[in-house]
């Protein structure tokens, strides 16, 4: 979006003084999707804490506590109150499945109380606790617990309404919810209706129905906006207990299928899903370890895999990065470990470790870290300005680019950033706070050949053009050919999914191995790497770092060397 979360943090921090800000924590993974060092971890909570967060609730993606002790203990450390949170799976109801029952998620919370956790959250992150199963799991925590208990669930059933009311009969202290018009499917259960439903009760909210109904009516009017984002869903649907997918992933899930050219196949690569998850000893599903699952989904149904053959066909493929990172143990430790014979074919020669990631993780220099975006970027980098970078590096980087290409637009209305303008419209554009300029569009001209057009606008009452690039002209640039790796000629080396190559791993000239990294390619947070299939020379690279590749399309091409 191009702009700062620190900055959004410190308007919405001034703007409402009064109320708690919470964030979300995954433990050892911050708020990235891998392990970061002992002391990232540390100093982003601190950064966090100062600039206006007063809830962290923190997570590991597969319940291990020790992913999330080094968060928990700076959050106190810090001050602040430390809900220690519990990711739901399974069905507590169902006594044939053994791994996830009521013991082990009471266990858990005594565990996360006994270390000096404030609060206690569950958080049903794929919407399967159901109504029952939420007055049984509440009612034991209660019982055993001295700190609050609150709950997170989503409405992706059409049952999160029912198991917010059950859980307020059982005695939860504090449950999340949605205002009306952006409440339901893979967002959490309506704050209306929930306040409305326990009026005169008591467990009556003290709520007022009248300004909650005045601030949805404000959402229903922004939600369009952002209706490209939206899941396909239009009704509640029960499968969701089926597939255990959370309502984050549901939501982009199909998008992600879709960028890889699988679109057509989607039903197959969501029933490979739960393959994947039984596969892996049916494991917690919360980012990031529902990326794991939902990558190595893809990469079945792309490679034609199945879990009887994947062993065997494997043994000769590279596995997605986040799929390595998991079996190398980078994410933590699984309930009941890991399946020893998928995790040697994924692994090869890479050796697992069994301890937590951050104790061999070498801490992170910040002041390398200031140092490089100083010079490279003229500025003078703040504590948050190097978290962000420890976080995310080229992401950052992009921002500070179009940062200074652009200037900040994080104040144009959402509508204008994502949709642009027409002919003729006119919208006003906030710059700072107190200046706003009025635009007007007149005319957009032909595009060249090159697929540049030039825009002519009224700013403020004053003429104005500017030269862009149409990516969607239909010019000559457009329509040049791209060159298609031979499926048949192992010295052809093609892109194995549709993405964008974030790095070159070789020159021309380089000596290769078969089997060896040439390209990483990246898809939807999914990266990959691209192989040679052959030992040789590195004859000729047709594509660059940043370059948006189709399935298949030539990398390398190598030569072979022949002997004196």
Not at 281 to 297: E, N, Q, R
Not at 421 to 431: M, Q, S, Y
Request: with cysteine.
């Amino acid at each position: 979006m191009g702009e700062s979360p620190w900055e959004r943090l410190a308007t919405l921090r001034e703007k409402i003084p009064n109320v708690l800000f919470q964030m979300l924590f995954r433990g050892a993974n911050a708020v990235g999707y891998k392990n970061y060092p002992d002391n990232v971890i540390r100093e982003f909570i601190k950064e966090s804490a100062q600039a206006g967060i007063d809830v962290f609730r923190i997570f590991d993606s597969l319940n291990w506590i020790q992913g999330m002790e080094v968060a928990l203990d700076e959050v106190l450390r810090q001050g602040k109150v430390a809900e220690a949170c519990i990711c739901y799976t399974g069905d507590i109801l169902d006594e044939s499945r053994e791994k996830y029952n009521l013991k082990y998620y009471v266990e858990l919370a005594k565990e996360l109380e006994r270390r000096g956790a404030h609060m206690l959250a569950i958080k049903d992150m794929s919407s399967l606790l159901k109504p029952l199963a939420a007055h049984k799991l509440i009612t034991a925590l209660k019982n055993e617990l001295s700190i609050p208990v609150h709950l997170h669930t989503h409405d992706t059933s059409g049952n999160g309404g029912a198991t917010l009311m059950m859980a307020a009969m059982a005695g939860v202290d504090v449950v999340d919810a949605a205002f009306s018009s952006m409440a339901g499917l893979t967002s959490q259960p309506s704050l209306n209706s929930l306040v409305a439903a326990l009026e005169n009760s008591e467990r009556d909210t003290g709520l007022p129905l009248e300004g909650l109904d005045e601030i949805s009516a404000y959402w229903e009017a922004v939600r369009p906006v952002y209706k490209q984002f939206e899941s396909d869903l239009k009704t509640g649907t029960t499968e969701i207990y089926y597939y255990e997918m959370p309502g984050g992933q549901y939501s982009n899930f199909k998008s992600q299928v879709e960028s890889f050219g699988l679109g057509h196949r989607f039903q197959e690569v969501k029933s490979m899903y739960k393959k994947v998850n039984l596969m892996l000893g049916d494991i917690v599903k919360v980012t990031p370890s529902s990326k794991v699952v939902g990558d190595l989904a893809i990469f079945m149904v792309q490679n034609d895999l199945t879990p009887e053959n994947v062993c065997e066909k494997g043994k000769a493929m590279d596995f997605p990065d986040s799929v390595v990172s998991y079996f190398e143990g980078m994410i933590g430790q699984p309930q009941g470990g890991f399946p020893e014979d998928l995790q040697k074919i994924v692994l090869k020669d890479k050796k697992a470790i069994t301890c937590r990631p951050g104790e061999l993780l070498p801490d992170e220099d910040f002041q390398a870290i200031k140092k490089y975006l100083d010079e490279k970027f003229d500025m003078d980098a703040s504590g948050q300005q190097i978290m962000s970078y420890c976080m995310y590096p080229k992401v950052y980087e992009d921002y500070r680019t179009k940062l200074k290409k652009e200037g900040s637009l994080r104040r144009m209305g959402s509508d204008v950033f994502f949709h642009g303008i027409n002919l003729e419209e006119t919208c006003g554009v906030k710059i700072e706070e107190g200046k706003e300029m009025i635009i007007k569009m007149l005319e957009a001209k032909p595009a060249n050949e090159n697929g540049e057009r030039e825009v002519v606008f009224q700013i403020n009452g004053s003429i104005r053009s500017v030269t862009i690039l149409d990516k969607t002209a239909n010019t000559k640039a457009s329509k040049e050919s791209i060159l298609v790796a031979d499926p048949d000629n192992d010295l052809e080396v093609g892109a194995n999914i549709p993405g964008t190559i974030t790095k070159l791993l070789v020159s021309e000239g380089d000596e290769v191995t078969a089997g060896q990294p040439v390209a990483v390619i990246e898809a939807m947070k999914m990266e990959s790497n691209i192989l040679a299939k052959v030992g040789g020379v590195i004859d000729k690279i047709f594509v660059k770092e940043g370059n948006q590749l189709i399935a298949n399309q030539l990398v390398v091409k190598i030569r072979e060397e022949k002997g004196e």
